[in-house]
């Protein structure tokens, strides 16, 4: 089992930044690490991915360019700095883990999941 917790959201302006976290505990060892979102009322989405390795980075389109991730093997922390922040960026964010190498991104083929925290962006 892996254990995942997020950290880091809050109220911020548009325009500013947020760090979140995601410290993994437990049976760490997970090929990929993601950030996905949900705002109300729409499906859960991807955001950005990363191969444990550090080798290989997946970012959804609506952020690439604003938002990095990014991992600290010796914390088992992983983080998503998200620059240029929009009201659109509003939603529930959550850390996963999967234990394949590809990258995916879609939600079923991660296997553990935070508990989530929310960020809002206020225009």
């Known amino acids: 089992q892996v254990q995942l917790v997020e950290s880091g959201g809050g109220l911020v302006q548009a325009g500013g930044s947020l760090r979140l976290s995601c410290a993994a505990s437990g049976r760490t060892f997970s090929a990929t690490m993601g950030w996905f979102r949900q705002a109300p009322g729409k499906e859960r989405e991807f955001v950005a991915a990363i191969r444990w390795s550090g080798l290989i980075r997946n970012y959804a389109d609506s952020v690439k360019g604003r938002f990095t991730i990014s991992k600290d093997n010796a914390k088992n922390t992983v983080y998503l700095q998200m620059n240029s922040l929009s009201p659109a960026d509003t939603a529930v964010y959550y850390c996963?883990?999967?234990?394949?190498?590809?990258?995916?991104?879609?939600?079923?083929?991660?296997?553990?999941w935070g508990q989530g925290t929310q960020v809002t962006v206020s225009s």
């Open positions: 996963a883990a999967a234990r394949e190498l590809a990258v995916p991104t879609t939600p079923q083929r991660y296997d553990y």
